[in-house]
């Protein structure tokens, strides 16, 4: 088998065979292949895209490049959540503890943030004493006995798709759905799902800019996910304003113990009970989406869901006094609020200019080696289609300095107050198949 002849067959629109895919990902990641002839196959991929058969056989392939995580040790069915990421996105740190309070098993392995705000662990770490790192063995026992645990990525999962993301960055082939899907779901198959759910956002602030490319990635990535045996579900997601209130990492610390106890923004609490009524069917405690949903609400309202977060701070070596007294959590030396300029509706909150902002602020990295700030970020106090009035507050910047006139005429920029407003549509598809 000669890679010219692969990339000659997917150039002129061939579809590639199970074992072309495993010869070329298996070739490319031991270093026998060079990066020209990836590059040439990667951007014959790009213009004629894949089949969901090929999109299945490259996950697979690029699964068993490297190192699997396995928890079949962990009792029940495993469901794990993942976002294309997004400003203020929040709801892991809601989700995990609410399907555990049900019974569901969440072993959640979850990396640190470059953008925006930090990613699932830089928010667990900003409560005192928390570790994300535990051993494969206190992992798998915490999650039997506790019923969740939020570790840090470890092993050497994927290298394959590390090497292929590397190449696609500087070959403009980033953006082929077939590369994006195969990517995203081999790092949550290595991982030891059972069952995955996902949340594609679409808008402003998210990878996918319209709902087309939006459905198209979903629908590929549960393709995949189902194709290789693991039940796969997906919904579509608005982004082009940041989720919630919060963007910052204890400040989103404190908006989701918020959401548990069911006093939480409207939009978070939506998202998190639509998510987890699709991880609690997969994890087989509901037999619908709608009893999966009534089961999330009661364990709301009786408190279990926040019982269970704090059983998961304590477990990993945290402070679990903060859920009942979060103002132990950082906080920011300077509190400033944003003042309407004009009255009106607010029409727009530009989801990644914020997002920016709020790393430039501290709250996220612009380079891996950058050290987050837990305390600093955003708070808004309005969205999209809410009144304002001139001298109003628009939200408050949580910082370590009160030299902000730049930042504030940046914010400034980034929110449009008109005469007339409406607030978009959260959740634009559910995809259970």
Do not use: W
């Not at 270093?31 to 056989?57: H, N, R, W």
């Amino acid at each position: 088998m000669r890679i010219v002849d692969i990339i000659e067959k997917k150039r002129d629109g061939g579809e590639l065979s199970t074992d072309e895919i495993a010869f070329f990902i298996t070739n490319y990641t031991n270093g026998t292949i060079p990066d020209y002839q990836v590059s040439a196959l990667l951007m014959a991929i790009y213009f004629q895209g894949m089949t969901s058969k090929e999109c299945a056989d490259l996950t697979t392939a690029m699964i068993y490049s490297g190192d699997t995580v396995d928890l079949s040790a962990i009792k029940g069915i495993k469901v794990d959540k993942h976002s294309t990421g997004g400003v203020g996105d929040t709801t892991t740190i809601v989700l995990a503890p609410l399907v555990a309070a049900l019974d569901v098993p969440v072993a959640k392995m979850s990396g640190r943030g470059l953008g925006h705000t930090g990613g699932t662990n830089d928010k667990f770490e900003s409560i005192p004493g928390f570790k994300i790192e535990l051993s494969k063995d206190d992992f798998i026992n915490q999650v039997n006995t506790q019923g969740v645990a939020v570790i840090g990525q470890s092993g050497n999962l994927t290298p394959a798709d590390k090497k292929l993301y590397a190449l696609r960055d500087v070959t403009g082939t980033v953006n082929s759905i077939p590369l994006i899907a195969s990517s995203i779901m081999s790092k949550k198959l290595a991982a030891g799902a059972d069952a995955i759910v996902l949340d594609v956002k679409t808008g402003d602030g998210a990878f996918m800019k319209s709902d087309e490319d939006a459905e198209k990635l979903a629908q590929e990535m549960v393709n995949i996910g189902n194709n290789i045996g693991r039940h796969t579900m997906a919904i579509i997601s608005d982004m082009s304003q940041p989720l919630g209130y919060a963007i910052g990492n204890a400040l989103e610390v404190k908006e989701a113990i918020d959401t548990l106890k069911g006093q939480g923004p409207a939009d978070l609490t939506e998202l998190v009970l639509t998510l987890g009524s699709q991880m609690v069917v997969l994890g087989g405690k509901a037999a619908t989406l709608d009893e999966a949903r009534t089961k999330l609400q009661e364990v709301i309202a009786n408190g279990k869901a926040l019982e269970k977060l704090k059983v998961l701070i304590k477990a990993q070596g945290g402070d679990s006094s903060v859920v009942d007294e979060p103002e132990k959590l950082a906080n920011a030396p300077y509190q400033i609020e944003l003042l309407a300029k004009q009255s009106g509706y607010v029409a727009k909150i530009i989801a990644d200019k914020v997002g920016i902002i709020a790393m430039q602020l501290g709250a996220g990295r612009g380079t891996k080696d950058d050290i987050v700030d837990p305390a600093v970020g955003i708070v808004l106090h309005k969205k999209v289609g809410d009144k304002v009035m001139q001298g109003e507050a628009l939200l408050t910047i949580h910082a370590n300095t009160n030299q902000l006139d730049a930042i504030k005429q940046r914010l400034y920029q980034s929110i449009e107050i008109a005469a007339t407003a409406k607030a978009p549509k959260l959740i634009h598809k559910v995809i259970t198949h």
